[in-house]
């Protein structure tokens, strides 16, 4: 499709050749019944791939308490959140979570090869109070588990938690100015404040395809690895796969971590692929002493390091602390600055030329490491840089060049499971073990499904009921006619978004903390968001909102663009600023309210008095 410049070595971008592609090989992928998945909720069948394999159930007896602040969910949400009001000297805080302990997705994925995409510097919260800095610069999932322990056992997050507990329902009550939240163990927490940390990759994702039932083999979900099983262990070493043929269905992020590690045990690997992801270059190494001893010679060296990756990725910054495939590919193809003297229309094609320069990056590195070039051709990704999550792993296409590993091409998708395999374009593929590496529910998956419970506010009002519409906030974090309750922030909910969403939590945990602090400080009792502040911050998100339909329905179909249907996107999920958010906006936004100190657009129980200042 390309010719490359003998001048300087540029790919030759033809904008007519490059868009017939593209849109070629989306549209072997809008096949009708691609986004079924299965409500595991409700799903007799397959509602046991959500049972906790790491972790012993024990009995306990209902407890009944009442609390300062409940927090559902224990994941990095939920964590930075009580940590911060432990700071504000909150005392009794309740962790509820359906997950045997904390962690979160970080709890649940520990399938072989499992490391953070984003590096570990940067991405594991609260480093410094931990006086802790990563072995490596993309810390594997077990190394993450255990900070978010220590995190969890330096705030006291843990004597007090309500583990393998799943709430089912949280509903205020006026009379006591209490949330009462009940669980599936007979448990009534009373709570004055709620936190819903319910996190953004928390619904397992399995898709509904013809025949699943009928599967004899084994068969697990990558969020709930089976290593009695398959042997071995999150570093590899699956040494009970010696024998056995293997399937993978996936090609995101998780497949593409767990892929080598199934290849070098298993007798056979063949990867069901529909959409070849981008997998660039991830360069992981150990820390030295030397760069760890620097980093605590800085006081502040966390938040700044955060600060400046959000900020290269976004064009701002002039100076590149991390220096990694993200802060390469990512500014050359969403933040390019236009000069002031070229026009709109220049400007989109030269974003389009350096995205497709980006993109032939990435094939070119699977035609060095891939022997077989038909092997190679189905593994390169045809569509823009910003259609689907990128990957990072440099033992990823090496491993298609291995003489027992299959990949097979399901544009379309697989058409049924089989007794003993799956059928692809009308052939049969027979497999021991079939690995669902089908990833999660999108990160804008409303709030209400996410929390996957009842929450019922003033005059017996649900938020799905009160978000009918789409989401209606006041920063992203409250909502009317629930009172004394927040929300972390996710995509989609009137926040802001960023590649690193620690910052977004770590910040919304402060503010979460701060104002509780100032709320008891002026005895509150009970808060709520009025109807006219809740009203005028929604417009603003509406102002901002951004659409680019035209570029998403050009995108191969993927969560990023609702699986091909890119309309369905509500202008209400924006974010604050517009496109992916002013990130530095919103939380000069949410400090200048604190400073303020008059909780405006809140209702309060008593009339607001000024403050003292020190």
């Given at each position: 499709?390309?010719?490359?410049?003998?001048?300087?070595?540029?790919?030759?971008?033809?904008?007519?050749?490059?868009?017939?592609?593209?849109?070629?090989?989306?549209?072997?992928?809008?096949?009708?019944?691609?986004?079924?998945?299965?409500?595991?909720?409700?799903?007799?069948?397959?509602?046991?791939?959500?049972?906790?394999?790491?972790?012993?159930?024990?009995?306990?007896?209902?407890?009944t308490d009442d609390v300062d602040v409940a927090i559902v969910g224990a994941g990095i949400g939920g964590l930075v959140a009580?940590?911060?009001?432990?700071?504000?000297?909150?005392?009794?805080?309740?962790?509820?979570?359906?997950?045997?302990?904390?962690?979160?997705?970080?709890?649940?994925?520990?399938?072989?090869?499992?490391?953070?995409?984003?590096?570990?510097?940067?991405?594991?919260?609260?480093?410094?109070?931990?006086?802790?800095?990563?072995?490596?610069?993309?810390?594997?999932?077990?190394?993450?588990?255990?900070?978010?322990?220590?995190?969890?056992?330096?705030?006291?997050?843990?004597?007090?938690?309500?583990?393998?507990?799943?709430?089912?329902?949280?509903?205020?009550?006026?009379?006591?100015?209490?949330?009462?939240?009940?669980?599936?163990?007979?448990?009534?927490?009373?709570?004055?404040?709620?936190?819903?940390?319910?996190?953004?990759?928390?619904?397992?994702?399995?898709?509904?395809?013809?025949?699943?039932?009928?599967?004899?083999?084994?068969?697990?979900?990558?969020?709930?690895?089976?290593?009695?099983?398959?042997?071995?262990?999150?570093?590899?070493?699956?040494?009970?796969?010696?024998?056995?043929?293997?399937?993978?269905?996936?090609?995101?992020?998780?497949?593409?971590?767990?892929?080598?590690?199934?290849?070098?045990?298993?007798?056979?690997?063949?990867?069901?692929?529909?959409?070849?992801?981008?997998?660039?270059?991830?360069?992981?190494?150990?820390?030295?002493?030397?760069?760890?001893?620097?980093?605590?010679?800085?006081?502040?060296?966390?938040?700044?390091?955060?600060?400046?990756?959000?900020?290269?990725?976004?064009?701002?910054?002039?100076?590149?602390?991390?220096?990694?495939?993200?802060?390469?590919?990512?500014?050359?193809?969403?933040?390019?600055?236009?000069?002031?003297?070229?026009?709109?229309?220049?400007?989109?094609?030269?974003?389009?030329?350096?995205?497709?320069?980006?993109?032939?990056?990435?094939?070119?590195?699977?035609?060095?490491?891939?022997?077989?070039?038909?092997?190679?051709?189905?593994?390169?990704?045809?569509?823009?840089?910003?259609?689907?999550?990128?990957?990072?792993?440099?033992?990823?296409?090496p491993t298609f060049s291995r003489p027992n590993v299959t990949v097979v091409n399901c544009p379309a998708g697989i058409e049924?499971?089989?007794?003993?395999?799956?059928?692809?374009?009308?052939?049969?593929?027979?497999?021991?073990?079939?690995?669902?590496?089908?990833?999660?529910?999108?990160?804008?998956?409303?709030?209400?499904?996410?929390?996957?419970?009842?929450?019922?506010?003033?005059?017996?009002?649900?938020?799905?009921?009160?978000?009918?519409?789409?989401?209606?906030?006041?920063?992203?974090?409250?909502?009317?006619?629930?009172?004394?309750?927040?929300?972390?922030?996710?995509?989609?909910?009137?926040?802001?978004?960023?590649?690193?969403?620690?910052?977004?939590?770590?910040?919304?945990?402060?503010?979460?903390?701060?104002?509780?602090?100032?709320?008891?400080?002026?005895?509150?009792?009970?808060?709520?968001?009025?109807?006219?502040?809740?009203?005028?911050?929604?417009?603003?998100?509406?102002?901002?909102?951004?659409?680019?339909?035209?570029?998403?329905?050009?995108?191969?179909?993927?969560?990023?663009?609702?699986?091909?249907?890119?309309?369905?996107a509500n202008p209400r999920s924006g974010s604050w600023g517009g496109g992916m958010g002013d990130l530095h906006g919103w939380?000069?936004?949410?400090?200048?309210?604190?400073?303020?100190?008059?909780?405006?657009?809140?209702?309060?129980?008593?009339?607001?008095?000024?403050?003292?200042?020190?």
């Open positions: 499709m390309t010719t490359f410049s003998s001048e300087d070595g540029a790919p030759h971008f033809d904008p007519d050749a490059v868009h017939a592609k593209y849109l070629e090989e989306r549209d072997k992928r809008l096949v009708e019944g691609r986004a079924a998945i299965r409500d595991l909720s409700g799903d007799t069948l397959f509602g046991k791939y959500r049972e906790d394999p790491f972790t012993p159930y024990v009995h306990r007896e209902p407890v009580g940590a911060e009001l432990r700071k504000a000297g909150i005392g009794k805080i309740r962790l509820i979570d359906e997950a045997g302990g904390v962690g979160g997705t970080w709890y649940w994925n520990r399938y072989p090869g499992i490391m953070c995409d984003v590096e570990s510097y940067s991405y594991i919260p609260m480093l410094e109070e931990l006086d802790y800095v990563p072995k490596t610069r993309y810390a594997y999932g077990a190394e993450i588990r255990e900070c978010l322990e220590m995190l969890a056992e330096k705030f006291d997050l843990v004597a007090d938690g309500l583990f393998h507990t799943r709430v089912t329902s949280t509903v205020w009550n006026e009379e006591l100015a209490r949330w009462v939240i009940e669980t599936d163990h007979g448990d009534m927490i009373r709570a004055r404040y709620v936190v819903e940390a319910v996190g953004i990759l928390n619904l397992m994702k399995l898709p509904d395809i013809p025949g699943m039932e009928l599967f004899k083999g084994k068969s697990f979900h990558t969020a709930r690895w089976d290593y009695e099983y398959t042997g071995g262990d999150a570093s590899g070493h699956l040494d009970k796969l010696a024998d056995k043929v293997v399937a993978v269905m996936g090609t995101g992020a998780s497949a593409v971590q767990c892929i080598p590690h199934l290849a070098e045990s298993a007798k056979h690997l063949y990867v069901f692929q529909r959409t070849p992801a981008p997998v660039g270059y991830r360069g992981n190494r150990p820390t030295t002493p030397e760069f760890a001893e620097e980093l605590r010679g800085h006081p502040g060296w966390q938040r700044e390091r955060m600060y400046n990756f959000h900020d290269v990725l976004r064009g701002a910054a002039e100076k590149d602390l991390v220096d990694d495939a993200w802060t390469n590919y990512w500014p050359r193809t969403r933040a390019r600055r236009r000069p002031p003297d070229m026009s709109m229309e220049q400007y989109m094609y030269e974003m389009e030329r350096e995205d497709f320069a980006v993109m032939e990056e990435h094939r070119a590195w699977i035609d060095e490491f891939v022997t077989d070039p038909e092997v190679a051709e189905i593994l390169k990704p045809y569509y823009r840089y910003v259609c689907k999550r990128p990957c990072f792993l440099d033992e990823y296409y049924r499971i089989t007794e003993t395999g799956a059928i692809c374009n009308g052939q049969e593929y027979e497999f021991d073990l079939l690995v669902y590496a089908t990833g999660f529910e999108a990160e804008v998956t409303p709030f209400p499904r996410r929390a996957a419970h009842d929450i019922i506010g003033r005059g017996g009002l649900s938020v799905a009921e009160a978000w009918a519409e789409g989401p209606a906030t006041l920063h992203g974090i409250m909502t009317r006619g629930f009172p004394n309750m927040f929300i972390m922030p996710s995509p989609g909910q009137q926040s802001v978004i960023t590649v690193n969403f620690t910052l977004v939590n770590s910040e919304a945990a402060e503010h979460i903390g701060h104002t509780v602090k100032l709320l008891d400080e002026r005895g509150v009792r009970i808060f709520d968001v009025s109807q006219e502040a809740q009203d005028a911050y929604v417009d603003f998100i509406l102002s901002r909102y951004v659409a680019a339909f035209e570029m998403m329905e050009a995108c191969t179909p993927s969560r990023v663009n609702f699986e091909g249907n890119p309309r369905a939380i000069r936004m949410l400090a200048a309210w604190r400073e303020q100190g008059e909780f405006e657009g809140l209702e309060l129980d008593q009339p607001a008095v000024t403050r003292e200042r020190v």
